[in-house]
């Protein structure tokens, strides 16, 4: 069913904007004439399109801050909604809170409306928003929620921006590579054919290496397109994404990191829905979509299992290694305490800052040994192409 997009006047002149699933214009026109309105435009546009649109995260943290704000302020959700949608300048943003609001309006619950979009809102965001409407504190886990949503789109530009000088070296390093083998190799090819030097083995490497890229470079593209395609698809398998994720977690360097970011980001989720009165149960599930990995899957399974029988968390989370024991003593002291969610929030404050420490000391090592790396390729094709006119300059005296 096609979605239209319209645009309509109020009786006192306020022109407004929205989305209907209504196919017929005449009926969105009947609507809208009984509530005093009148359309003025319409668009009709593939509802898929907004289902699938891309909000940049930071403009959802804000939308969620100023949400929060309007609640606790005693702004209705509805009015905070129309008046979020008259600020925002991204319009595929503008027609799905304009959809929302018609929805929540049109009796729906506030899961439901917002859970149209959940590629847009995530299932934390949406778990957070079930929690605050059914037990009377929907500002308070919007503001929650805009704080953790905050906190990890830091987080990940903190990464971003930590891999952005060695992503920027290897690039560098691999068109400067390119442009030799391309540009500068088949030139000292032909003087070398002309001359009838004789070419040592890395010298014939090398020119092999340029003749091929030369007439099969178009080959070599199709084929790296076809591997990428190809590990996308099998990705999708559960049983390849299965490896695939328990891999990452079990590799010799990045393994470490990708466990400690894992924990980070399934504490801080569960801390977060449990602090909005989320049951343990629950809770751990939306962690587990949240970081969106398989062997965190299966050990969530055995930790709902635990606490459903009526164990600890501390105790259900010591029972697994991905979790740095700093995180189940916490909990341990959160739970006597009646402090479990602010205990966790700590741990994985904890390990953050050690995420951050073990990125400043990967860089460390990875920079030199880019540097290393470059020099040795650089210095390799030089001295393949120069060997030849050694060896040619030494007969000839």
Not at 373 to 392: C, H
Request: charged residues 20%; positive net charge; contains cysteine.
């Amino acid at each position: 069913m096609a979605t239209i997009e319209y645009v309509a006047k109020r009786e006192n002149g306020e022109v407004f904007s929205g989305i209907c699933d209504n196919s017929s214009v005449a009926l969105l026109r009947e609507d809208l004439a009984k509530m005093g309105d009148s359309l003025i435009k319409v668009k009709r546009q593939k509802k898929k399109r907004f289902k699938n649109a891309r909000i940049p995260q930071d403009e959802i943290v804000t939308f969620t801050f100023k949400l929060a704000g309007m609640c606790s302020a005693g702004l209705s959700i509805t009015g905070s909604l129309e008046s979020l949608h008259d600020q925002t300048e991204n319009q595929s943003f503008k027609i799905i809170l304009a959809d929302i609001k018609k929805n929540i309006a049109a009796g729906s619950t506030l899961k439901n409306a917002f859970g149209k979009y959940r590629n847009v809102f995530s299932d934390f965001f949406l778990g957070m928003i079930e929690a605050g409407e059914t037990g009377g504190k929907l500002s308070q886990t919007l503001e929650a929620s805009a704080e953790y949503l905050e906190k990890r789109a830091d987080f990940r530009h903190k990464i971003k921006s930590a891999f952005a000088y060695p992503i920027i070296v290897g690039i560098m390093c691999f068109l400067v590579v390119t442009a030799l083998v391309i540009f500068v190799v088949p030139v000292f090819s032909k003087i070398y054919k002309r001359m009838h030097v004789p070419l040592p083995g890395p010298t014939q490497v090398l020119i092999i290496i340029s003749d091929v890229i030369h007439h099969w470079w178009w080959l070599i593209l199709v084929c790296l397109a076809a591997l990428i395609y190809g590990f996308i698809l099998l990705k999708r398998k559960k049983s390849v994404k299965a490896k695939w994720d328990a891999l990452k977690l079990n590799m010799p360097v990045i393994g470490k990191f990708n466990r400690m970011v894992v924990a980070s980001q399934f504490t801080r989720t569960f801390a977060m829905l449990n602090s909005a009165g989320v049951s343990l149960v629950k809770a751990f599930e939306v962690a587990s979509i949240v970081v969106s990995n398989a062997k965190v899957s299966e050990i969530t399974a055995e930790l709902q299992k635990s606490v459903s029988k009526g164990n600890t968390v501390a105790g259900s989370l010591k029972q697994f290694d991905i979790f740095p024991p700093v995180i189940s003593q916490l909990a341990a002291a959160g739970e006597e305490a009646g402090k479990l969610s602010e205990m966790l929030n700590k741990g994985a404050d904890f390990l953050d800052k050690d995420i951050d420490r073990m990125i400043k000391s990967m860089l460390v090592r990875i920079e030199p040994i880019l540097t290393a790396v470059m020099g040795v390729i650089i210095g390799f094709i030089l001295i393949s192409m120069y060997l030849p006119m050694f060896d040619y300059m030494n007969h000839l005296q």
